[in-house]
């Protein structure tokens, strides 16, 4: 469960993706049922105005050992470079080393590989930057293409918008569906985007407006329990099935059939936390037809099986 979390600050923060953690992390939403998080930002000084990219400062309260009581550590992005202070790379150390788990946004990626902590592990950073990591940590295993890399104790994300999908997946696998669901509300971000899907793609919105697949994808998501083949989707969204194939991944950066089993998972993670009803009737109602089937698309997404999930979830 996360309880604390703190943000560790170097000069020459990005003030935007240091802003992510704090949306997600540092305002109170208990009215909305979000548990609260005692969310600290730190820095090697507290007091020193510690100065962001865009010219402007900021002093914090506490120092780099609340990382030491952190159950979380976001790191967000800082300006790259040749050597980060050592005082960060201790601290990101001894958390790491002491079971605090990990996350970073955009180029924090690169505090972490310098810690020598994304070693022969799998990760992401922002496209742009791909190569120069690559080049610098070469025993990471480095994944270009997608949103963000959850392994377990480090989460990895590519820019600012898949900082919010990391840290929101974050909290749906510690907290639950339901805290993402007000969270992401509040935030007006969609809460369902996988990890899996493209980060970088050339055409992300379409010519013509009139031509947005977001009305079949609202339609979609009232109907999961239907079987959808991609000719149907197609002839729905008055397309060939090869455009509406190559629209489809450019709007929502996966195809047609991950899109249908992430949010089919997605929703039987709500029903398992907000409901009675048996593995089979989630199945059922989710579009998975058998619970055997759910419970492959459900461990292979979730880590865990349906019957775990919802005993770490459900209301007791």
Not at 77 to 87: G, H, K, Q, S, V
Not at 293 to 301: I, P, Q, S
Request: charged share 25%; net charge negative.
């Amino acid at each position: 469960m996360l309880h604390t979390v703190a943000v560790p600050l170097i000069d020459e923060f990005a003030p935007f993706e240091f802003g992510v953690l704090c949306e997600v992390f540092g305002i109170d939403r208990t009215e909305d049922g979000v548990p609260r998080f005692d969310f600290r930002v730190c820095s090697a000084e507290p007091g020193r105005p510690v100065r962001t990219s865009v010219g402007t400062t900021m002093t914090t309260q506490y120092g780099f050992d609340a990382l030491e009581q952190a159950d979380l550590v976001g790191v967000p992005a800082y300006l790259i470079r040749d050597e980060y202070p050592a005082e960060l790379m201790e601290a990101l150390r001894a958390a790491h080393a002491r079971g605090a788990q990990l996350l970073t946004v955009c180029s924090g990626a690169f505090a972490l590989g310098a810690a020598g902590l994304l070693d022969h592990r799998p990760c992401t950073t922002h496209w742009r930057h791909a190569d120069e990591f690559a080049a610098r940590f070469p025993a990471a295993k480095l994944d270009r293409d997608v949103l963000y890399v959850d392994d377990g104790d480090i989460i990895t994300s590519a820019g600012t918008a898949a900082g919010i999908d990391a840290a929101l997946h974050l909290v749906r696998r510690e907290i639950g569906s339901e805290a993402v669901t007000a969270i992401a509300r509040r935030m007006v971000v969609p809460p369902q985007r996988d990890g899996g899907q493209r980060q970088f793609i050339v055409q992300p919105v379409p010519e013509h407006c009139a031509d947005s697949l977001d009305p079949l994808l609202a339609w979609l998501s009232e109907r999961l329990d239907g079987e959808h083949s991609v000719a149907d989707l197609a002839r729905r969204a008055h397309m060939s099935e090869r455009t509406f194939a190559r629209r489809f991944v450019s709007e929502t950066g996966t195809t047609p059939h991950r899109w249908l089993s992430a949010q089919r998972v997605l929703h039987a993670r709500r029903l398992l936390e907000q409901t009675p009803m048996s593995v089979e009737e989630i199945a059922r109602a989710c579009g998975f037809q058998t619970a055997a089937m759910l419970r492959h698309h459900f461990r292979r997404a979730v880590g865990v099986s349906p019957a775990d999930y919802r005993r770490s979830f459900a209301p007791r």
